[in-house]
């Protein structure tokens, strides 16, 4: 007689101890740097360049030199008398404190519980994390709105303004908006011809326009290597990757046999046109029209992202082209980690601090600022809505 099992058979218990990292998507701005030197007055090859703050200070500056300008002395005429001045400007960067911590124990029946899985040792990695997705957003909120945010909060307490070089995606170059030192001002410049633009997508004939604008129109200056790096928004970037789409980077390869293949080191390369590198930026950031009011949107640290939300308006996608050194980090503290223990060392609080600020790179005179004197040759901020069609 075979032996009979009665009721549910007994099961081994198999706990997988390790725990997996949520799913995220990289942050492309890691891979572009240059570092300032106080007694070079020229921009650092790299879109984001680097100043050291002295220790406690919240603010910097840089100075650089313009090229000469002047009308040259031909023929018999006298030179003297028609000297040029050299111009200098000034860059004023600054710096705020910003942290983030978070909440372990050290022993006690929750510790132990959760032992087998390292939590505890993962806080520091979790930390290093939140903070390199952090600057992310403080990035892009530099090339399109001047400051990061925490700029805004005391001591420092800046105010945002939108950047200078607006490229519009269905706007003729002479009906682009014009920039106005008055913020308010130039927000409704920028409203007006979002919503008198026809839209539509990124294709090549925009490719071709915006290459143009870069170079003649706002003479965007260039990486030592003569191109530009051009983010494209990922909502944007699926029709240039749409081999099916005959005005599109994909499309047009296919159609020409141009290139086969985009090979690059960078796994967001979408290819090159003309002087730009583009590459897919899936966190890039989203403005909202509404009337005269723009709204800007990012994508913050983990499950942060407000993109998308608002109520009323059109949504535009935000692109950004960046030359030579368009952005500075500004420092005055390196990251360092640091410990709060509570309730007989039970409960420690672990912390990452440092001391940084993102500035947008514009150059202005010396105690002045005037939609004249202002220069920005160093980044544009590029806009286009489109509507998804079903897949």
Not at 118 to 124: A, F, N, S, T
Not at 196 to 216: K, R, Y
Not at 222 to 238: C, E, F, H, K, L
């Given at each position: 007689?075979?032996?009979?099992?009665?009721?549910?058979?007994?099961?081994?218990?198999?706990?997988?101890?390790?725990?997996?990292?949520?799913?995220?998507?990289?942050?492309?701005?890691?891979?572009?740097?240059?570092?300032?030197?106080?007694?070079?007055?020229?921009?650092?090859?790299?879109?984001?360049?680097?100043?050291?703050?002295?220790?406690?200070?919240?603010?910097?500056?840089?100075?650089?030199?313009?090229?000469?300008?002047?009308?040259?002395?031909?023929?018999?005429?006298?030179?003297?008398?028609?000297?040029?001045?050299?111009?200098?400007?000034?860059?004023?960067?600054?710096?705020?404190?910003?942290?983030?911590?978070?909440?372990?124990?050290?022993?006690?029946?929750?510790?132990?519980?959760?032992?087998?899985?390292?939590?505890?040792?993962?806080?520091?990695?979790?930390?290093?994390?939140?903070?390199?997705e952090l600057k992310g957003?403080?990035?892009?909120?530099?090339?399109?709105?001047?400051?990061?945010?925490?700029?805004?909060?005391?001591?420092?307490?800046?105010?945002?303004?939108?950047?200078?070089?607006?490229?519009?995606?269905?706007?003729?170059?002479?009906?682009?908006?014009?920039?106005?030192?008055?913020?308010?001002?130039?927000?409704?410049?920028?409203?007006?011809?979002?919503?008198?633009?026809?839209?539509?997508?990124?294709?090549?004939?925009?490719?071709?326009?915006?290459?143009?604008?870069?170079?003649?129109?706002?003479?965007?200056?260039?990486?030592?290597?003569?191109?530009?790096?051009?983010?494209?928004?990922?909502?944007?970037?699926?029709?240039?990757?749409?081999?099916?789409?005959?005005?599109?980077?994909?499309?047009?390869?296919?159609d020409s046999n141009v290139?086969?293949?985009?090979?690059?080191?960078?796994?967001?390369?979408?290819?090159?046109?003309?002087?730009?590198?583009?590459?897919?930026?899936?966190?890039?950031?989203?403005?909202?029209?509404?009337?005269?009011?723009?709204?800007?949107?990012?994508?913050?640290?983990?499950?942060?992202?407000?993109?998308?939300?608002?109520?009323?308006?059109?949504?535009?996608?935000?692109?950004?082209?960046?030359?030579?050194?368009?952005?500075?980090?500004?420092?005055?503290?390196?990251?360092?980690?640091?410990?709060?223990?509570?309730?007989?060392?039970?409960?420690?609080?672990?912390?990452?601090?440092?001391?940084?600020?993102?500035?947008?790179?514009?150059?202005?005179?010396?105690?002045?600022e005037s939609d004249t004197?202002?220069?920005?040759?160093?980044?544009?901020?590029?806009?286009?809505?489109?509507?998804?069609?079903?897949?």
């Amino acid at each position: 007689m075979a032996l009979r099992l009665i009721g549910t058979p007994l099961e081994q218990q198999d706990w997988d101890n390790t725990l997996r990292r949520e799913s995220l998507t990289r942050d492309i701005y890691q891979d572009f740097s240059g570092t300032f030197s106080d007694d070079k007055q020229a921009l650092p090859n790299g879109i984001i360049a680097k100043k050291t703050l002295t220790s406690g200070s919240t603010k910097g500056t840089q100075g650089i030199i313009l090229n000469l300008s002047g009308e040259e002395t031909v023929g018999r005429e006298e030179q003297l008398g028609r000297s040029e001045d050299q111009e200098t400007k000034e860059l004023d960067v600054f710096s705020n404190d910003v942290s983030h911590a978070v909440n372990t124990e050290r022993y006690g029946i929750d510790a132990h519980s959760k032992k087998a899985y390292g939590i505890l040792e993962l806080v520091q990695p979790q930390i290093s994390l939140y903070h390199k997705e952090l600057k992310g957003k403080y990035i892009r909120e530099a090339f399109l709105e001047r400051y990061s945010s925490n700029l805004l909060v005391a001591p420092t307490s800046l105010t945002q303004r939108w950047n200078e070089n607006i490229f519009i995606k269905g706007v003729t170059f002479a009906a682009q908006p014009a920039y106005d030192s008055n913020n308010t001002t130039y927000e409704t410049q920028i409203t007006a011809a979002a919503t008198a633009g026809s839209g539509g997508q990124w294709d090549v004939t925009f490719l071709n326009a915006l290459n143009h604008w870069i170079t003649a129109i706002k003479k965007i200056e260039p990486m030592d290597n003569g191109r530009y790096i051009v983010t494209v928004p990922s909502r944007q970037s699926m029709f240039l990757k749409d081999p099916g789409a005959a005005n599109s980077i994909a499309g047009l390869f296919k159609d020409s046999n141009v290139e086969t293949a985009a090979t690059n080191a960078y796994k967001w390369y979408l290819g090159s046109y003309g002087v730009m590198d583009l590459y897919e930026d899936p966190r890039s950031a989203v403005v909202n029209v509404n009337g005269s009011s723009l709204t800007s949107f990012y994508k913050g640290p983990g499950r942060q992202d407000d993109r998308y939300t608002a109520v009323g308006g059109t949504d535009y996608d935000v692109g950004m082209v960046h030359g030579k050194g368009g952005a500075v980090e500004a420092m005055h503290e390196i990251m360092h980690f640091e410990e709060e223990i509570q309730n007989f060392s039970k409960l420690v609080s672990v912390g990452g601090f440092v001391g940084y600020g993102m500035n947008r790179t514009v150059f202005d005179d010396i105690g002045a600022e005037s939609d004249t004197s202002e220069i920005n040759q160093n980044s544009a901020v590029i806009l286009a809505r489109t509507s998804l069609a079903a897949v």
